[in-house]
Every structure is written in C-alpha cells, then in structure tokens.
C-alpha cells in the first residue's frame, strides 16, 4: 500500500484503528454525547444507544469524589476539566454492574470544530492494583523493620539498666529536631530509626564497664569510644533503605574534629549524624548517671549554644533548643 493509498482509504483506516483499539474513545460537545467506540461500550457496560441519549449522565460513571475533575456543560454531561493537550488525568469509573475501575483520560480539542472535545480513556486498573500491594507490602515491611530495631534496641539497653530507654528518648528528640528543621518524612524516618540502635555497638562492651559507677580509665574508655564502629559494622550487612550504618558510626564525630571514632570534620559528617550527635547529647545530660546528677534544661540549653558551630552543627542546637523550650515551658532568653 502506497502513501496515496493510505490518503485515499484514510477514513478506512481510522475507523479500524477506532473499532479494533483496547482503549476506549469517546467525543463530546456542548450537545452531548456525539461518538463512542466499542471498546468505551465494553469498558462502561452501557449500550452506544444508551451512551448517545439525551437523557444519559456521563457523571454517574464517575466516582463521587473524583467529580471534581470534570467540568460540566449546558446539560449534566461532562468532560475532562483539562485544556487540550497531552497532559493526562487520573479518575474512577464505576461501570453499570457497580465494579470500579481506574482509567487515565486524555483529552484533545477537535480543530475542525473547537466545539467537540475527543477524549481518550485507558483502563489501568492493574496497575493501580499492582501499585497499592506493593504499597502495602512495603508498609509492613516498614513495621517489621521498626519492630525488629525496637527489638534490638531494647536488647542493648537491657545490659546497661542506667541507660535504660535512652536510644527510644535520643530517637524521640532527634525526630523532634528533624521536624522542626522542617526535614521531608523520609529523613525523619531515617534519623529516627538511625537514633533507636545508634548505641548497638555498646553490646561489645562488657557490662561491668557499662554499669561502672566512677570514672572510666583510658582502656575503659577506648573500649567505649570504638562502639560507633561496632554499631556500623552489625548494621551495615543490613539493606536499610538509608545509611544507618554510617549515622550510627558517625554519631560521636563532631564538627571540629574532636569527636572520635574517625575524626571527622564539618563537612565529612553525614547530615542525620550532626542531629544525631546533638540528640544523644542532650539526652545524655538530661538524665540522671551513678556518677553525676541530670543537667537542668536551662543548663543542656547553655552547653549546646556555647558549643554551637564548633562541635555540634548549628541549625540541629538552634531547632533542639527551640524544642527543649517548648517541652518545658521555658522562655526565651
């Protein structure tokens, strides 16, 4: 078949092309219904006869809550409230038997006569099904994620008594701060669930050292300051969906250098671990230790600003100071 052959048999062709297509097709105007394909019979469970009638209410086909897509004309019927391009519309479509069915809509304007809109409609009721199990397969893999790092944070915490639900407050403060920092949900998961075992390490430390009263002496304490990097090495086998492995090594390192197990600065210290850091060492202080008292939240509040910029990073000490005033009704100095 030549070109003139396909111009010459064109109105042919695009009748097949409208009869034998899986998506359904269908033209409006301000008089009504004017054209469907078979394929939108099939799709609605409604006749052509019916579809073309005076009386016939494109809008019932419509889920109610997704009425406000269309927009009507001088009669009940309806089209898509779109301008005349390519972009495309998400709806409902309830059939005549009551099944509903997800379908995208594209609408065009008929250059020949701007007054008739053709709109096309393909069923993508598989996909939206697919989509919401993998949504729900997610979300439970979401809580058994959390469920079991509750598990191991409690198993930490249950060999040192005096530290005892100090990783669920750290993650409780550090989400607070993330928030205030206005952070996307996605982050404030991530430093949440980072904050609940950010200590796992502290399981390599023997409990004698954990539940010592006095001072630490500096074999002690080099056991101590290596936890971040056995926290990191448990947790980086597994695939979180963030790098909790590296906000958990990190969470001791601050902006000057000072911190341990690597010495990082500034710009080396993963975002979450700067609010990490901060989190864990408020908490720390506000809590009561066999060898000192708590700090008072006036005093945390001072600590952490003196230090602002130099060890803990600023916008993490100014959001936490704001939440610290907040939770116990302090005023502004």
């Not at 630490?216 to 056991?223: A, G, P, R, T, V």
Request: with cysteine.
């Amino acid at each position: 078949m030549t070109a003139d052959d396909i111009k010459n048999n064109s109105r042919e062709i695009i009748k097949a092309i409208i009869d034998n297509t899986r998506d359904s097709i269908y033209v409006v105007s301000s008089r009504g219904f004017e054209f469907v394909n078979q394929a939108f019979e099939h799709l609605t469970g409604y006749s052509e006869k019916e579809i073309l009638s005076n009386s016939f209410n494109f809008l019932k086909l419509v889920h109610p809550e997704d009425r406000h897509l269309f927009s009507a004309r001088k009669t009940l019927l309806a089209r898509p409230n779109l301008p005349s391009d390519s972009r495309l519309v998400e709806f409902r479509l309830i059939t005549r038997s009551g099944e509903l069915r997800y379908v995208e809509a594209s609408t065009s304007q008929l250059k020949e006569n701007p007054d008739q809109t053709l709109t096309i409609l393909r069923d993508i009721t598989s996909r939206k099904m697919a989509e919401q199990e993998l949504t729900q397969t997610l979300e439970k893999l979401r809580k058994t994620m959390s469920a079991t790092i509750q598990a191991i944070s409690l198993t930490v915490e249950s060999r040192d008594p005096y530290t005892a639900g100090h990783q669920r407050r750290v993650s409780d403060l550090a989400r607070s701060i993330a928030t205030r920092l206005l952070l996307p949900t996605e982050q404030i998961d991530e430093i949440r669930l980072a904050a609940l075992v950010h200590d796992l390490g502290k399981i390599s430390v023997p409990a004698e050292i954990l539940n010592k009263p006095g001072r630490l002496n500096e074999h002690e304490f080099s056991l101590i300051k290596d936890h971040p990097r056995v926290g990191y090495e448990i947790i980086r086998t597994i695939e979180f969906p963030w790098p909790v492995a590296e906000i958990i090594y990190q969470h001791h390192e601050r902006l000057d250098g000072s911190g341990y197990p690597q010495g990082l600065k500034n710009g080396q210290i993963h975002p979450m671990a700067r609010i990490l850091a901060v989190a864990d060492v408020v908490e720390a202080m506000l809590s009561h230790r066999p060898y000192r008292s708590a700090f008072s939240p006036q005093e945390v509040i001072q600590e952490i600003t003196t230090k602002r910029g130099l060890t803990y990073d600023p916008p993490a000490v100014d959001a936490c100071v704001d939440v610290l005033r907040d939770r116990y009704q302090l005023a502004k100095s």
